[in-house]
Nanobody, 125 residues
């Protein structure tokens, strides 16, 4: 059974940084695309960042481009999201997700097959 466990969330002041991690078990992620999504209260879950299964391509939502960086460490079966210059509007529960084996990047919720339980990120002004 595939499990994804996010960690690294917390409370940070605007302008600060956090690094989220998503540790996978039950699946070797080296052949799978991975993505990060977030959901704020009262809003739909939205795409944040994605990385291809090879690690050679990344994609970001326009609102986080230049501030967030997605990366993967296949040896640790873990995907990361480095978040810098955080803003109050980045406050949300952040989820990681896997896509299909050697498939397209996880750019939409519909393209994800497994999800983590989420980690809360709160940015104070």
């Amino acid at each position: 059974q595939v499990q994804l466990v996010e960690s690294g969330g917390g409370l940070v002041q605007a302008g600060g940084s956090l690094r989220l991690a998503c540790a996978a078990s039950g699946r070797t992620i080296s052949s799978y695309s991975m993505g990060w999504f977030r959901q704020a209260p009262g809003k739909e879950r939205e795409f944040v960042a994605a990385i291809s299964w090879s690690g050679g391509a990344t994609s970001y939502h326009g609102s986080v481009k230049g501030r967030f960086t997605i990366s993967r460490d296949n040896a640790k079966n873990t995907v990361y999201l480095q978040m810098n210059s955080l803003k109050p509007e980045d406050t949300a529960v952040y989820f990681c997700a896997t896509g299909s084996r050697r498939g397209a990047m996880v750019l939409t919720t519909a393209s994800a097959d497994y999800w983590g339980q989420g980690t809360q990120v709160t940015v104070s002004s």
